[in-house]
């Protein structure tokens, strides 16, 4: 499950496919990656418990 971000990825849906919460989730935006970590936070979804992913931070693409 993502939280946070920019307005953006308001439009997607938060729920990913992940295989461990101790990986970072990062998403390709625009000319950039929005990035997500698991600060330990669960949720539970149609009786799944989730792990939360925060954003944490937006990097360019290099060119």
């Known amino acids: 499950m993502l939280s946070g ?3 953006r990825l308001s439009g997607q849906s938060p729920v990913r496919t ?5 990986e970072k ?3 390709l935006s625009g000319a950039g990656y929005e990035h997500f970590v698991h600060n330990g936070e ?3 979804v149609d009786g ?3 792990p939360v992913f925060q954003w944490s931070e937006r990097t360019k693409i290099a060119e």
Not at 18 to 22: R, W
């Open 25 to 27: 989730v990062k998403i």
């Open 18 to 22: 992940m295989v461990a919460p101790e």
């Open 42 to 44: 669960f949720l539970t």
């Open 5 to 7: 971000g920019p307005e």
């Open 48 to 50: 799944e418990n989730l």
